[in-house]
């Protein structure tokens, strides 16, 4: 369900979908606001508890940048951006080159998520082989990359396998290792425990302050 409210003066669109469950939850999500709810809860209460938590959720909007805007004309691409060049030869492709980002599809979103998802495995496997070979006691998992729309990672330690999300793509460096790194501390520790966190800081003494960082990104 579409909506709209108006906060300090300004209409912003709002969704809501109702669910089995037994509150609401709102969110932020790349800008807009997405509300999850019980339906017990009317409009009018939607509204009243959107209205009590404005000012962090203006923040959370205002906050938010693409990662890629075609209308702007520039790419993110590991913490940097670039001019964006579209050049459409029906081909799926990207390519970084000379300081510019250039596309070679009308399929833009889809061309992008071909490129990020092997630029993101390429360096996740590099870092991962050398984590482990600094600090983990461990064979190499699987590496696989897929489209999550609520978390950089998972490790599914049975299995021997770790999943990022193509999302990394966006991020400075030292935040990706961090997620690598976090991952990786699964294989000792599954669950997020004192014992993990202790783990993590002998490996990555600062993983506090990339995970600070990590927090204000857009996954």
Request: proline share 4%; aromatic share 16%; glycine share 4%.
């Amino acid at each position: 369900m579409e909506k709209t409210i108006e906060l300090n003066g300004q209409v912003y669109p709002y969704t809501v979908t109702y669910k089995n469950m037994k509150s609401m939850i709102i969110k932020v999500v790349k800008g807009q606001i997405v509300v999850s709810s019980a339906y017990a809860f009317t409009i009018p209460e939607i509204e009243a508890v959107i209205q009590k938590n404005k000012q962090k959720i203006l923040r959370g909007i205002r906050a938010y940048e693409p990662y890629i805007s075609v209308e702007e004309g520039y790419a993110t691409v590991y913490g940097q951006r670039y001019p964006l060049i579209i050049n459409d030869l029906h081909r799926l492709r990207c390519e970084l080159y000379q300081g510019r980002f250039y596309i070679y599809s009308s399929q833009i979103e889809k061309a992008f998520e071909a490129y990020a998802k092997k630029e993101v495995l390429r360096y996740t496997q590099g870092k991962v082989r050398e984590y482990l070979d600094l600090y983990f006691d461990h064979p190499m998992p699987k590496i696989v990359v897929k489209k999550y729309k609520g978390r950089w990672g998972s490790c599914y330690y049975t299995k021997n396998m770790v999943s990022f999300n193509l999302s990394l793509i966006y991020l400075d460096p030292q935040l990706i290792d961090y997620v690598v790194m976090h991952e990786l501390c699964h294989f000792i520790e599954a669950n997020h425990s004192p014992r993990f966190y202790y783990e993590l800081a002998k490996r990555m003494p600062d993983y506090a302050y990339r995970q600070e960082l990590l927090k204000g990104k857009n996954v």
